[in-house]
Structures are given as C-alpha cells and as structure tokens.
C-alpha cells in the first residue's frame, strides 16, 4: 500500500517521465521563451515575401495583359474582313447576274412599278453623280481602301468593324468596275441595276457604301472610338485591366500582428 504512492508521483510530475507535467512544463516554456518562438515568426515572413511578385513577374504580367489586349483588337480585323468580303462578293454576284440576263431587256419589276430591275452603265458615283469625273472616283476608291486597312491596326471595335466593312467592300465592288469593264483605263462604267421611282439607280455596293457611311456618322455622334472606348476615355471592350502590384511585407516585429506573439 505505502509502495504505490510514489510510482504515481513519478509518472505524473518527474521532468524525465512522458506524463501530464511534462506537457504542461513544455507549454508553458514556448510561450516564455522568445527564442523558440522565432522560428515560427521566420517561417510567416518567408510565406509573406514569397507570395509578394518580384518586378520581373509584375513585368511578365503586364506584358501578357498588354498582349491580351492586343489579340482582341485582332479579332476585329476578321470581322472587318469578314463583312467587306460578303459585301464585295454580293455585289460582283449580283453584277455579273443581271449583265448576263437583264441588260438589253426590259426591266423587272421587284414592287409594282416603285421598284424595278434595269440595267444602267454609271461612269460617275453613287446617284449618277460626276459622270465626266471618273479617274477622280477611281483614285478616291483606292484611297478609301488604303486609309480603312491603315484604321484597322487600331481597331477594336465591332461596330466600327461592321461599318468599315460595308465601306470597304462597297469601294472594291465599285473600283473593280472601273479596273476591267469597259472603257478601260480606271475609267470603267460601274453596273448600277436598282431603280427606285424619283430616285437614282444603284447598284449593292453604293448601298453598302451609303449604310457603312450613316453607320460612321452615327458612331462619331455618339462618341464611340475605333478603339471600343467611349469620348471620356472608358475601358476598351474586351481589355482586361492588369492588377497592381502588392505592397510587400516587411519583417516581422513583436507585436505587429503576424507572429505567434502577437
């Protein structure tokens, strides 16, 4: 009986002996002692400063941000493309058609006797305009081409897309009249084939023409930019913003909230 009181002193409360007293002995030096808590505190700056980019990742960041930017002001160039190619197609289709089956043979009606099909050759503009003037409309064709594809390295817009579009493939559907038929020398006679009562005959290419041009009037009345901003200086459509970088940690001191202390 007398035996058994100290064996269980020993297991309970001897420092050598892996009981309760140990635990609360260990416990209570860890959180005394500063020197075993600074490991602990070093381990939280260098999972702070690792999480903190360096100036060549913020870089890295930015430059790809600055790319994807770029790749959307791409895509609208397809777009651009896209419209002007069926618009151009459209209207050399359509020329070639009613050549071959309508010219020199009474017009077809489309509405009553208000819109009809009818042949014309046009030496000037849309409406019939500048008939004596027809090199000066060759050269502005080509100039309006070579101005829109200079404006689409800067576009991102796909409203301003589908207006160029129409313009351009309106000018090469006009310009390549003037380019092979008849009479030749960049003065050829473009195919006009719709007439409408009290108005000019036209042809698919002054329509997309005169479409694409309202459309430009109105996108510049409301202030939207090639670029997809608005007048005022909004965020591209399609941009994303490059995040910031993040202020970065410094050591860890007594006290400031970080370390196991605080």
């Known amino acids: 009986m007398g035996g058994a009181g100290p064996a269980r002193g020993t297991a309970n409360g001897a420092p050598g002996s892996p009981g309760r007293g140990t635990s609360r002995w260990l416990n209570v030096t860890d ?42 002001a791409r895509r609208r160039v397809p777009l651009l493309l896209a419209v002007a190619g069926l618009a151009y197609a459209i209207d050399l289709g359509t020329k070639l058609a009613v050549v071959a089956r309508l010219e020199h043979h009474a017009p077809v009606g489309l509405i009553g006797s208000w819109m009809e099909l009818r042949v014309m050759r046009n030496s000037g503009a849309a409406f019939g305009i500048g008939g004596a003037t027809t090199l000066v409309f060759t050269v502005i064709a080509i100039g309006v081409a070579a101005v829109i594809f200079r404006l689409a390295r800067r576009l991102y817009s796909r409203p ?87 202020a970065e940690a410094g050591p860890a001191r007594p006290g400031d909230g970080r370390g196991p202390g605080a």
């Open 31 to 72: 959180a005394t002692n500063p020197t075993q808590a600074a490991p602990a505190a070093h381990a939280t700056d260098v999972a702070d400063v690792a999480d903190v980019p360096d100036a060549a990742d913020r870089g890295r960041g930015a430059g790809a941000g600055a790319r994807g930017e770029g790749g959307a």
């Open 160 to 246: 301003w897309a589908l207006a160029l579009g129409l313009l351009l493939g309106g000018a090469l559907g006009n310009l390549t009249d003037r380019l092979f038929r008849a009479p030749g020398d960049l003065q050829g006679a473009v195919v006009d084939f719709i007439a409408v009562r009290g108005f000019s005959v036209m042809n698919l290419a002054d329509w997309a023409i005169v479409c694409g041009g309202a459309l430009i009037v109105l996108f510049s009345f409301c202030g939207w930019e090639l670029d997809g901003t608005t007048r005022g200086g909004a965020t591209p459509a399609g941009a994303a913003p490059v995040p910031g970088p993040r």
